[in-house]
């Protein structure tokens, strides 16, 4: 019986029991799946995070490696240009002058001489660049022009200009050097005829003029500074101990003969206003455009210096200086210089020969193509001329310079105003002999009808004289004095045989003291 009750409560209980299990199962499975939710939101919370933190520091990295190669490319920019203007050099001469004359027609007067820019530079290892523009007697040039409608199209014009103002591409070249002693350079380069050329700063030399046979005759077959285009070699090379030869040679355009022209407005009392025109064909640089001959020309010049201040050159020029349009005909021209050096006293010089072949057939030549040397027309009250002619030609000229320096300081001088700034002022004593010989240069010329009528021609002979005190606080600066005798011919002008005296008809000689201001920096 007791068996029976016993298992009829187990009956009983049984079923609440397992409700009982069952509940808390349910429970635990619950807890557990809410427990598995919060894991996989926090993983994935975390797996966020990481993607966020991995892409800032992506991107932080990228930034850096781009400021890290701009800095790297700025820097190598800015050292490459850094060191390009590092080793460009900018400057400048210059120069000015007080001068008094003789000569009834020429005033005492300031004259500013020339400004030079100069850029010289190295623009790698084996290139290097060179610009000098000079401005002469320059201070302003102003073009004004309008097109305007008025019963048809007009054009008006203005310029304005200083007298005698000059704006002058001096050099301007590139140079490849090949090796050590030898280099090639094209573009505008001065030509090596004679030490002066190449050598013709202003504030290098101690007088304030420069010589007859560069400049102001010239001998050479063009004025210096007489830069030409074209292309050629430079050679250094030792010889012995302390030698050194210097070689240069250029093919380039050449001097040839050029039109200058000269316009004249002019009223006169009790006759008409008249309008002329003067065409000068007269040598001049070559054109730095397309060439008006068919001919290139060659210059070359040795020079041999046994040692530091001494130097002996020879040097050579020849080429054709006629246009096509004239026959054929060259200018040869060879100089010797030199320069010698004993303690303070100085001797250095330099002489120039110039042959201009044919200039009869050249002057017939341009007879043929001018017609006539002078046309006159008169209509109404106006009276217009025309007139043409060759200047500045002679069979051949010949000249030289020689100066003889002496520097010195006196010591009393280095406790005055002159002196105690400076750490070597320096005073130089010059004497400068200068001649010049014309053979058959040509005195007047007219033609008409295409033939010669008139072709007159004279030898001359043109002296100068100059003595000079020069004052150098610095090798750079030049305080000039001098004093300066020119004479030519007994009854001949000075005016025919310079190009920088004005003179009457026969004003032979002339007296002239210059004060001169030359600097470089």
């Known amino acids: ?20 299990q069952e509940t808390d199962l349910a429970a635990e499975v619950r807890e557990l799946r809410a427990k598995l939710e919060r894991l996989e939101k926090k993983m994935a919370d975390e797996e966020s995070q990481k993607m966020k933190r991995a892409e800032v520091e992506r991107a932080a990295i990228t930034e850096q490696v781009k ?12 050292s490459y240009f850094g060191k390009l203007i590092e080793q460009t050099k900018v400057g400048a ?80 070249w590139m140079q490849y050097d090949i090796a050590d002693w030898l280099k090639f350079r ?47 070699f430079l050679v250094d090379f030792s010889v012995g101990n302390s030698g050194k030869i210097n070689y240069q040679f250029y093919v380039v355009n050449g001097v040839t003969l050029d039109a200058e022209l000269e316009q004249i407005s002019q009223t006169r009392a009790g006759d008409t206003t008249k309008f002329a025109q003067e065409v000068e064909l007269r040598p001049s640089r070559g054109t730095f455009a397309d060439d008006v001959k068919s001919g290139k020309a ?9 040692w530091l201040g001494d130097e002996l050159g020879l040097s050579f020029y020849w080429g054709r200086y006629t246009p096509d349009f004239l026959p054929n005909r060259s200018v040869l021209s ?41 046309s006159e027309a008169e209509i109404g009250d106006v009276e217009t001329e025309v007139e043409f002619e060759l200047a500045n030609l002679a069979t051949s000229k010949q000249g030289y310079w020689v100066d003889f320096r002496y520097r010195f300081w006196p010591e009393f001088l280095g406790k ?9 002022p320096q005073l130089i004593a010059t004497l400068r002999l200068e001649q010049v010989w014309f053979n058959q240069l040509i005195k007047e010329m007219t033609f008409s009808s295409t033939s010669l009528t008139q072709f007159d021609r004279e030898n001359r002979l043109l002296n100068r004289m ?17 004093y300066e005798y020119t004479r030519t011919n007994q009854g001949k002008s000075l005016s025919s045989v310079t190009n920088f005296l004005t003179s009457k008809d026969r004003e032979y000689f002339q007296h002239a003291v210059l004060m001169g201001l030359a600097f470089g920096f």
Not at 472 to 481: C, M, N
């Open 186 to 232: 094209a573009g505008a380069v001065l030509v090596p005829l004679g030490r002066f050329n190449i050598n013709h700063d202003d504030n290098r030399w101690d007088l304030p003029r420069r010589s007859l046979i560069d400049r102001g005759v010239p001998v050479l077959p063009t004025t210096a500074a007489w830069p030409e285009l074209g292309a050629g």
């Open 416 to 424: 005055t105003i002159l002196g105690k700034h400076f750490a070597n």
């Open 93 to 172: 001469y210059g120069s000015m002058r007080y001068g008094t004359s003789s000569l009834d027609e020429l005033h005492n007067s300031f004259t500013f001489r020339r400004f030079v820019l100069t850029v010289d530079s190295n623009i790698t290892d084996r290139l290097k660049g060179n610009l000098e523009l000079e401005f002469e007697r320059f201070t302003e040039l102003e073009v004004e022009k309008r097109l305007f409608a008025s019963r048809g199209v007009g054009l008006q014009q203005a310029i304005e200009a200083t007298d005698h103002s000059e704006i002058s591409l001096e050099q301007a």
């Open 1 to 20: 019986m007791k068996t029976v009750i016993v298992i009829l409560s187990s009956l009983l209980i049984l079923p609440g029991v397992c409700s009982a």
């Open 67 to 78: 400021k890290d190669v701009m800095t790297d490319v700025t820097a190598r920019g800015q």
């Open 298 to 306: 060659l210059a070359t010049r040795w020079a041999y210096s046994p």
């Open 466 to 482: 100059t003595l000079g005190l020069t004052y150098r606080p610095i090798p750079l600066v030049a305080l000039q004095l001098a």
């Open 334 to 374: 060879f100089a010797v210089d030199g320069k010698k050096t004993w303690g303070n006293f100085e001797i250095e010089g330099q002489y120039v020969h110039t042959r201009w072949s044919g200039v009869r057939d050249v002057a017939l030549g341009f007879a043929r193509k001018a017609i006539t040397s002078e």
